[in-house]
């Protein structure tokens, strides 16, 4: 699209003429503003925080006077950081403001930077926004420096003002920096909006001034047209090509059909540089008319790109005209309240709400580092302020990722409801729902249209995900991808990284642990949190029989502690649910698998008048079920196929029958029928107990058909070997002489469960060497990393030494022994001689998943040696380790990584994790910065100081606002005290 020139127009000269310069009298402090309206100024709020704060004098500099002025709004930073100033004087200009913006568009300011306090000018591109809950508009290639904010950014195609500088990126480069989008003001100050286009309807000055902009805007006619059609499109309109009468100015026709008629409309599209008047609308009306009859009766709306007059309004709400902004089109396509009602609904009618314990994480597995509970809170500070996409939620099974997901889904509602604490919409998917994320906008769209009853058309969905505020809760990750190979699981989970970039939103990704660990490659998920589930403690344990058994609290609690086992069982609330269900049938040793038996074994033996299933059938119908879905990676069963079932397991005939045998499994408490008849286990962990049963079954008596067709998981191994307790030598046996890989790969994994002992190890240690299959090599390295002790870290350390595809299997693995003398060498070997950048990637993800800071120096060598240029995967990897270990003298290097890339989603992704780096060193820059001012620096020299120690890494506007509490002047401090003035 064309980029006209500003020295054509005068707009340049105009804009300057309607940009002051604002000081605080009792401060060293400057920044810019401008005429949004008659006497009335729009700045950031940042500019006057000190004035606001201590009743400090603003003085307004414009046109060679001086000019006091008054605070009349005040929007505190960090969003919307906007203030609106009053000053007496009048014959000044006021911009013309108008926020039509494209990726790519060129943009002027002017204004006063505290390097040419005279006035300045600066050239932008327009990058995009940032994310949609509090959007910002982001502007690179140029400099944006100390006293630019509050400046006015003129779009050079559109030749109106769509935006305030806010902030820079890096005030000692041309990174650019961020603005806020002038349509903040349709939302804080509307009573402003109203003066601002009053005046220019009297004041053509701007408007003269754009004729050299009327080809551009012709031009954009254009994609305004495609745009209104979406717009109408998303709320369930057929656009239609219908010949209509020439002397009629009318751009569109559509319709929208209902149950017993069809509503008919046309549309005037108003895209021009002035507010549409009240003829326009009259003649609209009257366009109307001519063509709509009584048998076909036709309505009319006008959308507009820059607003209407307020006689416009008056008529065209007496004429029944509908008057749109393009925005509020699309506002109409989708009403997220039924979302919030919906997850409400579901919570209440939970019986988690009864029983929710707050749970606790961090954000190391190793149990290093700072414990946060409860796990929302520490949510709720990560999403205001990160730029990640999201956070990887894992534990072991059972340990509450599915409660904590749906109970931070009820608080985001709870908020939603309230517009001043309103966050993000929350839409929590079973991914048990879903397939795959390769079409995941239409799966979505699906789960909307049925689960919470939402009516929204496809294009109306993919427009609020483009500009609303959502946060999407996908659960169980591991249930989803059960059926698919690695390959497959890591490609979904970069479409799923493309999908958050893409529209902006963010995600928890819950996942157990162990499955993560084993199939997810470190990078696919850039730079998300990873976030683990402690297990639960005493407080926790009591909190929970609190509320699920009142009235036998105590001696609940002493059967948990004096029945051996069942203390550590209780840490996880699965366990801990079922312990409470089953406490009075408990006794001696137990273990997991004994625990769900005791717990199902409730329903098997349950009978009465209408039980058709014997206690033995039940069981047997329910260990073919589960090994149905194990085998078929089948999260649920078809409801058309359980009658099948039951006729083919027992020898039924007859359609009555095999109703009343459905009927009875329906009383099974951990068996679910959904509305659509469908069956599937109330949790995962059932299923797997079922097929670990069944396969211990077969394999004492010497049947191995089912246990060698597929790999077993990690949790239905830790079942599995409850049935064997120590008898190791049946596995031993399987896992040498059985000619079946998957067979040999179940024993390899079954071995690492048991627990270590020398006949164990040296068995894993042989199959490694001497196994034809990767797969069963595999396997037994698995297992070696669940072993501690030292004889296992020496062999794993040799075997990651070498560079095959075993060593570099063990090599990512290695980190788990990052407190190794052995691992520590080999790291510090592979970081500072390897080639490969294989090798080289595995160890810098170890050093960020560890924050093995043993190797900071290493790492700072490796930046320093250039390997890594023009290799994106060590690149992002490199920022992980900066980011997990965040030292001061390797981050200050994060400008090297920023300058090598030049793919923008890699650069995003980089300037992300380059604001994470600058909220972590955030306290520490403040705690010297105040102790300069005690040891009598000034503020010039401390502002220095911080800026040559810490460069790139300083947030500038934080920086500043801190600076301005540090150096009052003598004479506020005496008159305030210095507890105001520093507040």
């Known amino acids: 699209m064309p980029q006209w020139s500003i020295s054509k127009t005068g707009l340049d000269e105009l804009l300057r003429q309607c940009t002051v310069q604002i000081s605080i009298k009792e401060t060293e402090t400057s920044g810019t503003g401008f005429f949004v309206a008659p006497k009335h100024i729009i700045t950031c709020a940042h500019v006057v925080e000190y004035a606001y704060d201590s009743e400090a004098n603003?003085?307004?500099?414009?046109?060679?006077?001086?000019?006091?002025?008054?605070?009349?709004?005040?929007?505190?930073?960090?969003?919307?950081?906007?203030?609106?100033?009053?000053?007496?004087?009048?014959?000044?200009?006021?911009?013309?403001?108008?926020?039509?913006?494209?990726?790519?568009?060129?943009?002027?300011?002017?204004?006063?930077?505290?390097?040419?306090?005279?006035?300045?000018?600066?050239?932008?591109?327009?990058?995009?926004?940032?994310?949609?809950?509090?959007?910002?508009?982001?502007?690179?290639?140029?400099?944006?420096?100390?006293?630019?904010?509050?400046?006015?950014?003129?779009?050079?195609?559109?030749?109106?003002?769509?935006?305030?500088?806010?902030?820079?990126?890096?005030?000692?480069?041309?990174?650019?920096?961020?603005?806020?989008?002038?349509?903040?003001?349709?939302?804080?100050?509307?009573?402003?909006?109203?003066?601002?286009y009053e005046f220019h309807e009297n004041d053509k000055s701007w408007a003269r001034?754009?004729?050299?902009?009327?080809?551009?805007?012709?031009?954009?006619?254009?994609?305004?047209?495609?745009?209104?059609?979406?717009g109408l499109e998303a709320i369930g309109y057929n656009v239609i090509e219908k010949e209509l009468p020439n002397h009629l100015k009318v751009e569109l026709y559509a319709e929208l059909p209902h149950m017993l008629h069809v509503h008919r409309i046309v549309v005037k599209l108003h895209h021009d540089l002035s507010l549409l008047d009240a003829d326009i609308v009259r003649n609209f009306n009257s366009d109307?008319?001519?063509?709509?009859?009584?048998?076909?009766?036709?309505?009319?709306?006008?959308?507009?790109?820059?607003?209407?007059?307020?006689?416009?309004?008056?008529?065209?709400?007496?004429?029944?005209?509908?008057l749109f902004l393009f925005d509020d089109l699309l506002k109409q396509s989708f009403d997220p309240n039924r979302i919030i009602q919906s997850t409400l609904n579901f919570y209440d009618s939970d019986e988690l709400r009864k029983v929710y314990v707050d749970l606790s994480?961090?954000?190391?597995?190793?149990?290093?580092?700072?414990?946060?509970?409860?796990?929302?809170?520490?949510?709720?500070?990560?999403?205001?302020?990160?730029?990640?996409?999201?956070?990887?939620?894992?534990?072991?099974?059972?340990?509450?990722?599915?409660?904590?997901?749906?109970?931070?889904?009820?608080?985001?509602?709870?908020?939603?409801?309230?517009?001043?604490?309103?966050?993000?919409?929350?839409?929590?998917?079973?991914?048990?729902?879903?397939?795959?994320?390769?079409?995941?906008?239409?799966?979505?769209?699906?789960?909307i249209h049925t689960i919470y009853e939402t009516p929204v058309t496809e294009k109306g969905w993919n427009q609020w995900l483009l500009n609303g505020s959502t946060m999407i809760l996908f659960d169980g990750f591991d249930e989803m991808a059960s059926k698919m190979d690695k390959t497959q699981i890591n490609y979904n989970l970069e479409y799923l990284m493309r999908f958050c970039i893409l529209y902006n939103i963010k995600i928890i990704l819950s996942c157990r642990t162990h499955f993560f660990k084993t199939q997810v490659e470190e990078q696919t998920l850039g730079n998300m949190l990873r976030l683990y589930l402690c297990d639960w403690g005493t407080d926790e344990l009591k909190e929970y029989i609190s509320k699920s058994l009142p009235q036998k609290k105590e001696s609940?609690?002493?059967?948990?502690?004096?029945?051996?086992?069942?203390?550590?069982?209780?840490?996880?609330?699965?366990?801990?649910?079922?312990?409470?269900?089953?406490?009075?049938?408990?006794?001696?040793?137990?273990?997991?698998?004994?625990?769900?038996?005791?717990?199902?074994?409730?329903?098997?033996?349950?009978?009465?008048?209408?039980?058709?299933?014997?206690?033995?059938d039940k069981q047997l119908l329910m260990e073919e079920l589960a090994m149905e879905m194990f085998l078929n990676d089948m999260p649920r069963l078809e409801h058309s196929l359980l009658p099948k079932r039951l006729k083919g397991l027992f020898g039924i005939s007859g359609y009555e029958v095999i109703k009343i045998l459905d009927r009875d499994v329906r009383t099974c408490s951990f068996l679910i029928r959904n509305p659509e008849g469908d069956y599937y286990f109330v949790h995962k962990s059932f299923m797997e107990f079922f097929v670990a049963l069944k396969l211990a079954k077969e394999i004492k008596n010497n049947i191995y058909e089912n246990f060698s067709k597929k790999l077993l998981s990690f949790e239905i191994t830790s079942f599995f070997i409850n049935y064997f307790e120590d008898n190791t030598e049946i596995f031993i046996r399987g896992l040498f002489g059985n000619p079946e890989k998957y067979t040999r790969a179940n024993f390899a994994m079954s071995l690492g469960q048991m627990g270590f002992n020398e006949t164990t190890f040296n068995s894993l240690k042989m199959a490694i060497k001497t196994d034809k299959?990767?797969?069963?090599?595999?396997c037994a390295i698995d297992s070696l990393f669940l072993f501690s002790e030292q004889v296992v870290i020496e062999e794993l350390t040799k075997l990651s030494s070498e560079d095959n595809e075993i060593g570099n299997y063990c090599l990512k693995k290695l980190g788990a022994y990052s407190?190794?003398?052995?691992?520590?060498?080999?790291?510090?070997?592979?970081?500072?001689?390897?080639?490969?950048?294989?090798?080289?990637?595995?160890?810098?993800?170890?050093?960020?998943?560890?924050?093995?800071?043993?190797?900071?120096?290493?790492?700072?060598?490796?930046?320093?040696?250039?390997?890594?240029?023009?290799?994106?995967?060590?690149?992002?990897?490199?920022?992980?380790?900066?980011?997990?270990?965040?030292?001061?003298?390797?981050?200050?290097?994060?400008?090297?990584?920023?300058?090598?890339?030049?793919?923008?989603?890699?650069?995003?992704?980089?300037?992300?994790?380059?604001?994470?780096?600058?909220?972590?060193?955030?306290i520490m820059i403040e705690s010297e910065a105040r102790e300069n001012k005690t040891k009598g620096i000034k503020r010039r020299e401390n502002e220095g100081k911080i800026h040559s120690k810490y460069g790139l890494l300083v947030d500038d506007e934080q920086f500043k606002t801190l600076l301005i509490q540090l150096y009052p002047t003598a004479k506020t401090k005496f008159r305030k005290g210095i507890s105001k003035s520093m507040g």
């Open 58 to 196: 603003i003085i307004i500099s414009w046109d060679g006077e001086e000019f006091d002025a008054k605070i009349k709004n005040y929007y505190s930073k960090p969003y919307p950081d906007i203030a609106i100033l009053n000053i007496e004087t009048s014959g000044h200009p006021c911009v013309y403001c108008n926020d039509t913006l494209e990726i790519g568009d060129n943009l002027y300011s002017y204004g006063y930077p505290e390097n040419q306090s005279d006035g300045d000018s600066a050239l932008f591109t327009y990058e995009g926004p940032t994310n949609s809950l509090k959007p910002l508009l982001k502007l690179k290639d140029a400099q944006t420096c100390p006293g630019l904010s509050g400046a006015p950014i003129l779009n050079l195609k559109t030749g109106c003002v769509c935006g305030i500088v806010k902030s820079s990126r890096d005030v000692y480069s041309d990174l650019g920096g961020r603005a806020i989008p002038i349509s903040i003001l349709d939302s804080f100050l509307s009573e402003i909006i109203s003066s601002h």
């Open 209 to 230: 001034h754009l004729s050299e902009v009327s080809d551009t805007i012709k031009t954009s006619f254009i994609e305004f047209r495609k745009k209104t059609i979406i």
């Open 288 to 322: 109307i008319d001519a063509i709509s009859t009584k048998e076909n009766p036709i309505t009319g709306i006008i959308v507009s790109s820059f607003g209407f007059t307020i006689e416009g309004k008056q008529i065209a709400k007496k004429l029944n005209i509908g």
């Open 361 to 447: 994480c961090q954000v190391t597995e190793s149990g290093k580092g700072t414990i946060y509970k409860p796990v929302e809170k520490f949510f709720d500070s990560f999403f205001s302020s990160t730029k990640r996409p999201g956070i990887a939620l894992l534990g072991n099974f059972g340990s509450g990722k599915t409660s904590l997901c749906k109970h931070y889904s009820y608080l985001l509602a709870n908020r939603w409801l309230d517009e001043k604490s309103r966050s993000f919409l929350p839409i929590y998917v079973n991914l048990r729902d879903i397939n795959d994320f390769q079409s995941i906008e239409k799966d979505l769209l699906t789960l």
């Open 556 to 616: 609940s609690l002493e059967i948990i502690k004096s029945t051996y086992n069942l203390e550590e069982l209780s840490k996880t609330p699965i366990f801990l649910k079922m312990i409470t269900t089953t406490i009075e049938d408990i006794g001696g040793y137990v273990n997991q698998a004994k625990l769900y038996d005791i717990y199902t074994n409730r329903w098997m033996q349950s009978q009465d008048y209408r039980s058709k299933l014997s206690p033995e």
């Open 773 to 778: 299959s990767d797969l069963v090599q595999f």
């Open 819 to 922: 407190q190794s003398i052995q691992t520590i060498t080999l790291f510090k070997h592979v970081i500072g001689f390897d080639e490969n950048p294989i090798r080289i990637c595995a160890v810098l993800d170890n050093i960020a998943s560890y924050e093995m800071n043993d190797l900071l120096d290493d790492l700072d060598l490796y930046i320093k040696s250039n390997k890594w240029r023009k290799n994106n995967s060590i690149i992002k990897s490199i920022a992980s380790a900066m980011l997990a270990i965040s030292d001061l003298k390797v981050a200050k290097k994060f400008n090297m990584l920023l300058n090598s890339v030049s793919e923008e989603i890699i650069k995003k992704s980089l300037e992300n994790t380059l604001d994470e780096l600058k909220i972590k060193f955030r």
